[in-house]
T-cell receptor, first 114, second 113 residues
Framework: AQTVTQSQPEMSVQEAETVTLSCTYD???????LFWYKQPPSRQMILVIR??????QNATENRFSVNFQKAAKSFSLKISDSQLGDAAMYFCAVAQGSYDKVIFGPGTSLSVIP | DSGVTQTPKHLITATGQRVTLRCSPRSGDLSVYWYQQSLDQGLQFLIQ???????AKGNILERFSAQQFPDLHSELNLSSLELGDSALYFCASSLWEQGDTQYFGPGTRLTVL
């Protein structure tokens, strides 16, 4: 069965500092996709970044980057120059290649301290 | 704004009742997904439709059903509602059937009293 684990229920970071959110997953598929979604207090789910498992290069999107370690089944999110607007719940998710059933982790609540 | 719309935004109803949640995907997207997010739980995948056909099923109760219409909008029907069905219900859409990014709607908050 496909599972996603986020071992840090809560994290905090000083404004302008860097923080890394952890995610590990387990899948038997060779073809899959990984995502980080952000859910601010508005409860809207917002895509932060996406990584294809077949790509060795780590995805980046402005201040957001990932460290994808396929052998270790690890997919961490690094947020640089943290801003107050980054405060949210962050969900790691894995989508299998066969059917697009996305499995979400339990989430990490990130607080940004001014 | 993701381009995915959901109506209504809020819904308050009583136990035993039946409700219908509606979702319009982004223009051009063929896949629609439904998720349930309870207050103390993460996102639970319910069901996926692609171009009108059911493609994947998750933890969807028998009291729940969904369909995708020819114009690609989708409806999630919840019947014999229980207190535990109170949750935020998200719809998401993507262009293709697999491996594509899902864009989420704003959600429908269902409260069962």
């Amino acid at each position: 069965a496909q599972t996603v684990t986020q071992s840090q229920p809560e994290m905090s970071v000083q404004e302008a500092e860097t923080v890394t959110l952890s995610c590990t997953y387990d899948t038997s598929e060779s073809d899959y996709y990984l995502f980080w979604y952000k859910q601010p207090p508005s409860r809207q789910m917002i895509l932060v970044i996406r990584q294809e498992a077949y790509k060795q290069q780590n995805a980046t999107e402005n201040r957001f980057s990932v460290n994808f370690q396929k052998a270790a089944k690890s997919f961490s999110l690094k947020i640089s120059d943290s801003q107050l607007g980054d405060a949210a719940m962050y969900f790691c998710a894995v989508a299998q290649g066969s059917y697009d059933k996305v499995i979400f982790g339990p989430g990490t609540s990130l607080s940004v301290i001014p | 704004d993701s381009g995915v719309t959901q109506t209504p935004k809020h819904l308050i109803t009583a136990t035993g009742q039946r409700v219908t949640l509606r979702c319009s995907p982004r223009s051009g997207d063929l896949s629609v997904y439904w998720y349930q997010q309870s207050l103390d739980q993460g996102l639970q995948f319910l069901i996926q439709y692609y171009n009108g056909e059911e493609r994947a099923k998750g933890n969807i109760l028998e009291r729940f059903s969904a369909q995708q219409f020819p114009d690609l909008h989708s409806e999630l029907n919840l019947s014999s509602l229980e207190l535990g069905d109170s949750a935020l219900y998200f719809c998401a859409s993507s262009l293709w059937e697999q491996g594509d990014t899902q864009y989420f709607g704003p959600g429908t908050r269902l409260t069962v009293l």
